[in-house]
């Protein structure tokens, strides 16, 4: 349902380090399994978070536009920021940047209780979302340093599963706390746990040489030269490229649908809060299974299958999903499409890491984020029109079916022999 944000945390010593004491960093899985453990803080937060910032929202104002608003957010804070992130990303301490931006992001998440008026929680909601905009390059960049290209299939299947685990445990904390408590205790759990990413990020090591570039050194013309080395890239890696467009294209989707999810919910499966609670728990399930599946067959199945299968697949929940109308066909709707996601997304993540250069990955993945918050702002613009003028059913229906068409794409594209050597792997070695 959700694409997961990478957040990395986990380290054994401040600064940088040599090659030959990171060789044997790498050999010892302590420190990555402590990364994983992070990950799980930081995605439990978030899931909070989600479910009370959404109930708040929609107790606040009973307006279904004003929940789709939150989704419009994320889009164009991406857009604000990915264009020039890239360039901060591949020239400076990657783990201070992720510090820092926990740190903000904890602040900000930390005030939103105490304030009543909605345009202000819009501002709030969108430098957070900035800030997360400007994180997802940079930990994806520092996981594909830290770790080696034989384990990182491995470590990202295991990195959805423990993800994943949020689903089920994120809403149940979330209910109980609205609960006992209230919607801003909820939505602090996520501030607490930015500040726990925070203090795990402490200790994880720099794996890279100071530099001595400053922001001073930041300008337009740096900014252009570097987006022409993405398009050279581009050019150059016309396939990788290809099949990293089809699949955030066909990801475009989930986010236009997920802006619909609240009020589908209600207003068509004719659920409860609690209900609603479940049946994102449910999909934690699917997530859960799906990498836990992926993580057992890791040697066993191709990437190229796990992309192209796994993205069709979860199209195909979707489509179940906007067929529903009661609680037990959109729960089968929502486990097949996590299920799928995960196995997917474990496989395009590794798939991009092992064939874009490191060097400018987090340009690479920034100027991509930025075509894809523009399009991602069409499409939610477009499904909610459609919600208000037609109505909900119509909308999900109509995006399934699309989603579907573009994954069927990627498919075909994955299968092609002139691919086969981008999906090439070593066998994984054992945590």
């Not at 900035?130 to 295991?158: A, C, D, H, Q, W």
């Not at 570039?213 to 050279?232: G, I, N, P, Q, Y």
């Not at 919600?387 to 109509?398: Q, Y």
């Amino acid at each position: 349902m959700y694409i997961e944000i990478f957040k990395s945390r986990v380290q054994k010593g401040v600064g940088s380090i040599g090659t030959e004491s990171l060789s044997e960093w790498k050999r010892d899985w302590k420190n990555p399994s402590l990364l994983l453990a992070g990950i799980g803080i930081s995605n439990l937060g978030d899931w909070i978070y989600l479910i009370a910032l959404n109930l708040m929202i929609l107790n606040m104002t009973g307006s279904a536009a004003a929940v789709a608003g939150l989704y419009m957010l994320k889009p164009l804070a991406s857009m604000c920021t990915s264009f020039w992130s890239g360039s901060i990303i591949d020239r400076f301490n990657k783990r201070r940047i992720m510090i820092t931006l926990d740190i903000v992001r904890a602040l900000l998440v930390a005030i939103i209780p105490f304030i009543g008026s909605l345009p202000l929680i819009y501002v709030c909601v969108f430098l957070i979302n900035m800030g997360s905009s400007f994180y997802f390059p940079t930990s994806t960049t520092y996981i594909t340093k830290l770790v080696p290209k034989e384990r990182r299939k491995r470590f990202n299947s295991l990195h959805n599963l423990i993800s994943s685990g949020s689903f089920v445990i994120g809403p149940a904390i979330a209910g109980a706390l609205v609960y006992v408590g209230s919607v801003s205790l909820a939505i602090n759990m996520n501030a607490f746990s930015f500040l726990l990413s925070a203090l795990v990020l402490f200790f994880l090591p720099s794996i890279e040489e100071e530099r001595a570039s400053t922001m001073e050194d930041l300008s337009f013309k740096m900014l252009r030269e570097d987006w022409a080395v993405v398009l050279s890239f581009s050019k150059n890696a016309a396939y990788v490229m290809g099949v990293y467009a089809l699949f955030e294209a066909a990801m475009l989707f989930t986010a236009a649908l997920d802006s619909t999810e609240v009020v589908f919910t209600r207003r068509v499966l004719g659920l409860s809060e609690g209900s609603y609670g479940v049946l994102v728990s449910i999909a934690g399930v699917g997530f859960i299974l799906g990498s836990v599946f992926v993580t057992v067959l890791t040697n066993r199945w191709k990437l190229k299958h796990m992309i192209g299968i796994g993205t069709t697949m979860t199209a195909v929940g979707y489509l179940i999903y906007s067929l529903s109308s009661t609680f037990l066909g959109g729960s089968i709707g929502v486990f097949v499409l996590s299920f799928a996601l995960a196995c997917a997304h474990t496989g395009f993540i590794t798939f991009y890491q092992n064939n874009l250069p490191v060097e400018i990955m987090g340009r690479v993945v920034s100027v991509v984020k930025v075509f894809e918050s523009v399009l991602t702002m069409a499409f939610i613009l477009l499904i909610g029109m459609t919600v208000e003028l037609i109505n909900v059913k119509i909308a999900v229906f109509s995006g399934s079916v699309l989603m579907l068409l573009v994954s069927l794409a990627l498919l075909s594209m994955t299968l092609l022999p002139t691919g086969h050597a981008y999906y090439e792997e070593k066998a994984a070695k054992a945590m």
